[in-house]
């Protein structure tokens, strides 16, 4: 998050991971372990910069991890490579299912992604971190803070009656979806004929493959979760805090800010880019848009839109993701209820 482009960023804690480039990062493992230079030797002397081995751990570093981890880069990049052919991902996103897992429950998330909690792979090796008491103990504990981590505040100034002005409207149009502690839709699925928004992610998953992962985690870890979710037809309708920090948004990205989001779906941008960690004060988000050489934002809208989406910041050359809301599984349709 960064308001002004000369300040220093801020992280804060809780916000969506928006800039990360998890494919990237990937890609890097993956093309190291190719690389001649990812041996024992070389490995051990930059350990040895920082930390004393025993002979022991060396010889089991030399002989037996840095081989494995090698090995193992190895068949990831290879196991996907089919993901060369398909849109890339772009920061703060990863392939559905795989990483993130279709949850919305915090314990699952935890479980799946952030600790990458796996089961031990053929031959016995280990690809995570051993579940011991203190694991599960850590589990929990992570769990409670993201629980009761309260949603950053918006750091920039706001007028206060339009928020007022606002915030009537939220009651009348989206709190029955999207305020917590009433007896509402909120935390429900909107089936995807009401709510209309891309559909590829809800495609992207089986019933078969929610039991074996449910059975995976309860069986072979020993760890209780909620259950991964059968394939909805529809998505989940979340409470909107900390929304400043969570473009772009819906599920899967497609609209870069809630101005944008409150147009109607066949006028929101085409493309835009993503990534960048300078907060849109206009239209709530972050700056999303390339400017031409005279410094005006280049707005991709579909013929006959009106151009409503003012913003004074620009996305530099070299930061931010083209996001082509054209390709499979990036549309920005839908999402007009009550909007
Ligand atoms: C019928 C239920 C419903 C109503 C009413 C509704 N929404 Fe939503 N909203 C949803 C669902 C479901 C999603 C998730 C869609 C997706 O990700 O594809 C969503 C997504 C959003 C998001 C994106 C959240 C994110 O983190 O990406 C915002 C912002 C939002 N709605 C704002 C509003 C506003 C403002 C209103 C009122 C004008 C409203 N919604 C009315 C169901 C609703």
Redesign the pocket.
Known sequence: MDPTPIETPTIVAGGGSHTTDIQGLLEFFSRAAEDERFNADNILYEIDLTYRLSMVERAMYKYLLIPVVRDIFREQGRSWAWTEHRPRWGPGRDVPMNLAGDTTSYRSVIIDSALGLQPPQEGGLPTSSPITPFFRQRVAEIEQWILNTPAPEYPLEYDDALATAGSL??EE??A???ESGRQN?MGTV?PLE??Q??PSRTQAWTREAADLANELVANELGMARSPMSKPYD?????Q?DG?WL?AP?????SVPT?RA??EKPECRPLSFYRGYDLLDQQNMGFVALRCDEFGEPVLDLPPGCPAKHVTTGCVPELKGWWHDTREAGNSAS??L???
């Not at 529809?234 to 979340?238: D, H, I, S, T």
């Not at 948004?249 to 990205?253: I, S």
């Open positions: 409207l939220f149009h989206c029955v979806c999207h839709r909107i009401e709510i928004t891309d529809g998505y989940v309708a979340l909107l929304l969570r948004y819906l599920h899967n990205g809630v989001l409150l839908g999402a209820v009550g909007h």
